[in-house]
């Protein structure tokens, strides 16, 4: 009887218990997703969008009033630099044609697929209602604190084609300055570009270039100052132009052909020396320098952002450049 | 004694298993929401929280931060954009659930004021970025302004947002803004759907233990009241005083109605006293099997002491010794019951039952018992005479003059012991 009774007290208390127990459930643990092998989009496509508004806002702002103080919190770089200039200019001859035309509507939208700062977002916009080309403009974000801001833009070039990338939605993979797998580094081939910018077809580099309009154009402007600079003074004027990619303002994205879309900032400088004569300016030219007249030297700089298509390394197709632009941010002379 | 007690023991013990499954789906039902909350001390003005954490308890959150006396904001982002944000400053990150009521955080490495601020995924930051992040890495950055939060919720002293959790890695974080801004409060709810996975099992059993106390404490009390029937139960037999006829053996024998007839007024009369004839109605034979098997399973649980407390025998107690008899001897009352009806008719209206015993008995209803002699004579030492030991049907005879004499008022005799009735009881249900 001792252990029946003991069995049964062993049974009320383990119903008991049991009851009593299963009042307190476990808590429960985290269970996250895996971290993915490749980074998702830093931007889904609403933050795109949101981020492209906020950018034309703050360039309504600053258009509004040809001031540049609105657009510090969205504008940085080559980009507030020019349009700095430009609102220097449009604001003496109240012309604002000589401002850029900026879109914010999309055509495409290369994401950047990464964890790390800096990040740049790639955009080509529609067609400006000036039916110019479309612009690519560079998104940046230095930090995690800081917003996006518009780095830079770029005409796209007449008969030109983007690289096929992946959508916003997969996100494109950055690539580091000294990526391999291409025809050509993406720090190299900036270098190379201002070698060929510079030397002409004389640079070593100049056949793995394609022939662009910006070169030509470039090339062109810079004979036609030369000749008129000689017309008028002769051996008295000098003109000299160099060309400089900007440390740091390198982004470059894979594409899906296995090459790579870059995009960088140069600068170009323009020094007239005279030993004789003085030079006069006008309009934007002089609305930058403060003054009209020159008599011994002046120097203008450009704020240049290239955009170019690479190929994948062993290709037999040549670096393009896609888009450029190529803006005169200040002048100085005396 | 245990046993005197099991039906009661049982039926309180099923009440309250009964009891305890409703509170567990009332009183002690979880509540069905899950409020966690952090009150992080600290000089930081940021908390954060670990992926995995939002959906932590159900994908859709409701989440609150609050710091009186400062502007607060509540942005989600993913993880990496999270941290990155919260590395300019000193943080707290709520890694998961402490208690039910409490977050569980660790601290963040700590930032000094002004301290370089570079962010922990930002190692390839520019210098100006760095330099940037500098300036705005005080206790007055907002969070509010950056592209990275998918959503965000701004307000002075508090601010709520609510998440329903999708693919990814997702944090939230909460900072407080302004010069003042101390730690901000956060609290996390998640509706938490409570299942009730003991109700039915606990009222399950304990309906099973209730019925079960219940039987055993009807059986009880009905074993003191009428033992014949609890025994005519006992024994499959639905016996009772209905046929009158000795061709009661006929199996399939007719419905009590039609027996009318044939009944004596004694017999209608006997009926109508006591509900002893019930059984009258026949019972189908296979209904009667398993009440005998379940009535004598129950028997076997209930204390045989029960029964000599509480049993007031049909016949009234001559002052016989039969009190002084030991208790094994009248034990075997319950056994001796099949034929002490108040009748004993001769004929088992379903003779087919297991036992053949009361058969042979209705065959031989018409002679006196052969155990008659006994009848002056009760002193209990007769019985164990008939004992197990003894041949079955002498024993069935012996009990059935025993139930005999006190369907007509005469003291009831002992025979046999406990032991041996049940043996025969047993072995009977066993043909």
Not at chain 2, 294 to 303: F, K
Request: glycine content about 8%.
């Amino acid at each position: 009887m001792s252990t029946r009774r003991r069995l049964t007290a062993a049974a009320l208390i383990g119903v008991l218990g049991l009851l009593l127990t299963s009042c307190a459930a476990d808590l429960p643990i985290p269970h996250p997703d895996p971290e993915p092998a490749v980074p998702r989009p830093a931007l889904d496509v609403q933050e795109i969008s949101a981020v492209l508004r906020s950018v034309g806002a703050a360039l309504k702002a600053g258009d509004a009033k040809n001031n540049p103080a609105p657009l510090a919190a969205r504008l940085s770089g080559p980009a507030l630099a020019s349009r700095t200039a430009e609102y220097l200019v449009s604001a003496k001859s109240a012309d604002p044609s000589l401002r850029t035309e900026l879109p914010v509507g999309t055509q495409t939208v290369i994401a950047p697929d990464t964890n790390t700062w800096p990040r740049a977002l790639v955009v080509v916009t529609e067609q400006p209602q000036n039916l110019q080309t479309p612009r690519i403009l560079t998104l940046v974000q230095d930090d995690a604190r800081s917003p996006y801001r518009l780095w830079g833009w770029a005409r796209l070039l007449p008969d030109t084609r983007m690289p096929p990338t992946a959508t916003p939605a997969a996100g494109t993979v950055p690539l580091a300055p000294n990526a391999t797998g291409l025809l050509v580094s993406p720090k190299d081939v900036v270098t190379r570009y201002a070698d060929v910018l510079a030397k002409g077809d004389s640079s070593t580099f100049a056949a793995s270039f394609a022939p662009d309009v910006f070169r030509k154009q470039l090339a062109a402007t810079l004979a036609a100052t030369t000749k008129g600079l000689v017309q008028g003074l002769g051996s008295a004027a000098k003109v000299a132009e160099t060309y400089h990619p900007r440390a740091g303002e390198l982004y470059s994205f894979s594409t899906l052909d296995g090459g790579a879309l870059v995009i960088a900032g140069m600068t170009t400088t323009t020094s007239l020396t005279l030993s004789g004569g003085k030079v006069e300016f006008q309009n934007d030219v002089a609305a930058l320098l403060g003054t009209t007249t020159v008599s011994s030297s002046a120097t203008f700089v450009w704020s240049d952002v290239v955009v170019f298509s690479v190929p994948p390394k062993g290709s037999s197709a040549k670096i393009q450049l896609l888009a450029a632009e190529h803006v005169r941010t200040a002048i100085t002379g005396k | 004694m245990l046993r005197r007690f099991l039906p009661a023991a049982t039926t309180l013990l099923g009440l309250l298993v009964v009891a305890l499954g409703i509170a567990s789906a009332t009183l002690w039902k979880a509540s069905s929401t899950v409020h966690a909350v952090v009150t992080p001390t600290g000089g930081g003005n940021v908390v954060i929280t670990a992926p995995g954490v939002l959906d932590l308890v159900a994908p859709d959150v409701t989440i609150r931060a609050s710091a009186p006396g400062s502007r607060v904001v509540l942005a989600i982002g993913r993880d990496t954009d999270v941290a990155g944000w919260a590395a300019g400053s000193s943080f707290v990150r709520v890694t998961g659930l402490s208690s039910w009521t409490r977050l569980a955080t660790e601290a963040g490495p700590t930032v000094a004021a002004g301290a370089s601020a570079s962010p922990t995924a930002g190692a390839s930051a520019s210098a100006t970025a760095t330099a940037r992040s500098q300036s705005t890495s005080a206790a007055t950055a907002d969070p509010a302004v950056s592209d990275n939060w998918l959503v965000q919720a701004g307000g002075d002293n508090a601010a709520t947002l609510t998440w329903s959790n999708r693919p990814g890695r997702w944090s939230v974080l909460a900072a407080s803004v302004g010069d003042e801004a101390t730690m901000p409060e956060l609290e996390l709810s998640w509706p938490h759907p409570v299942g009730t996975p003991w109700l039915v099992p606990a009222i399950a059993l304990g309906g099973a233990l209730l019925v079960a106390g219940l039987g055993l404490l009807s059986l009880q009390v009905l074993r003191a009241r009428s033992p014949q029937l609890v025994e005519a139960w006992r024994t499959g037999v639905p016996v009772p005083a209905g046929a009158a006829t000795p061709s009661g053996g006929v199996p399939d024998a007719a419905p009590a109605h039609t027996e009318q007839g044939t009944l004596t007024r004694r017999q209608l009369r006997e009926r109508e006293r006591s509900h002893q004839d019930v059984p009258v109605v026949a019972t189908p034979e296979r209904l009667a099997r398993l009440r005998a098997r379940l009535v004598t399973s129950a028997l076997a649980l209930l204390s045989p002491a029960t029964q000599r407390v509480g049993t007031p025998t049909p016949s009234p107690r001559v002052a016989t010794p039969t009190p002084s008899v030991p208790a094994p001897g009248r034990a075997t009352s319950p056994s001796s019951q099949p034929s002490s009806l108040p009748f004993p008719g001769p004929a088992a209206p379903r003779p087919a039952a297991p036992a053949p015993a009361p058969v042979a008995a209705a065959a031989r209803w018409g002679a006196p018992p052969p155990d008659s002699q006994l009848l002056p004579v009760p002193p209990a030492p007769v019985a164990p005479v008939a004992g197990a030991p003894v041949e079955h049907q002498s024993t069935a005879a012996s009990i059935r003059a025993d139930a005999w004499r006190r369907a007509w008022g005469f003291p009831g005799i002992a025979s046999g012991t406990d032991n041996a009735t049940e043996d025969t009881a047993d072995q009977g249900e066993g043909r």
